[in-house]
């Protein structure tokens, strides 16, 4: 008997603990399990899946024929990719979507929302509700 509690005891111990969900909490997002998120990061996917962001940018923001946002948002400021957004490059493509009420309504969101995928705490594109 003794023998089987101290097997027990050192498989729990190889094993660890249960494991907590996996939370990621910034001043921009919250994310637990790596696709359930805070209100307002989801107002940023959808905002992304309405602008249809994904046909230059790619699904997973990967990059097609626009770039990884995965990638840039590593490197750009929240003012460079407000003013990126609100004014396009266009000499690149990239359109304004200053007419856009959803898209200017949701800017913060939005970044909020691909910070976290490049940041890696959000690991799939499509996210839900944080309850």
Same mark, same amino acid.
């Given at each position: 008997?003794?023998?089987? %509690? %101290?097997? @027990?005891?050192?498989?729990?111990?190889?094993?660890?603990? #249960?494991? #907590?969900?996996?939370?990621?909490?910034?001043?921009?997002?919250? $994310?637990?399990?790596?696709?359930?998120?805070?209100?307002?990061?989801?107002?940023?996917?959808?905002? %992304?899946?309405?602008? #249809?962001? !994904?046909?230059? &940018?790619?699904? =997973?923001?990967?990059?097609?024929? @626009?770039? *990884?946002?995965?990638?840039?948002? +590593?490197?750009?400021?929240?003012? /460079?990719?407000? $003013?990126? $957004?609100?004014?396009?490059?266009? /000499?690149?493509?990239?359109? *304004?979507?200053?007419? *856009?009420?959803?898209?200017? /309504? =949701?800017? !913060? &969101?939005?970044?909020?929302?691909?910070?976290?995928?490049? !940041?890696?705490?959000?690991?799939?594109? +499509?996210? /839900?509700?944080?309850?």
């Amino acid at each position: 008997m003794r023998i089987a %509690w %101290w097997a @027990g005891l050192i498989l729990l111990a190889a094993i660890g603990p #249960a494991r #907590a969900e996996d939370r990621v909490q910034t001043d921009l997002y919250t $994310v637990v399990d790596g696709t359930k998120v805070d209100a307002d990061t989801l107002k940023g996917f959808k905002t %992304w899946r309405a602008a #249809a962001c !994904d046909r230059c &940018h790619g699904a =997973n923001q990967q990059g097609l024929v @626009g770039p *990884s946002l995965i990638e840039s948002l +590593k490197v750009l400021t929240p003012e /460079e990719f407000k $003013v990126t $957004v609100t004014n396009g490059r266009m /000499e690149k493509g990239m359109p *304004s979507f200053i007419n *856009s009420k959803m898209v200017m /309504e =949701n800017l !913060d &969101h939005l970044y909020a929302y691909l910070k976290g995928r490049s !940041d890696g705490a959000i690991k799939k594109a +499509k996210v /839900e509700l944080l309850h």
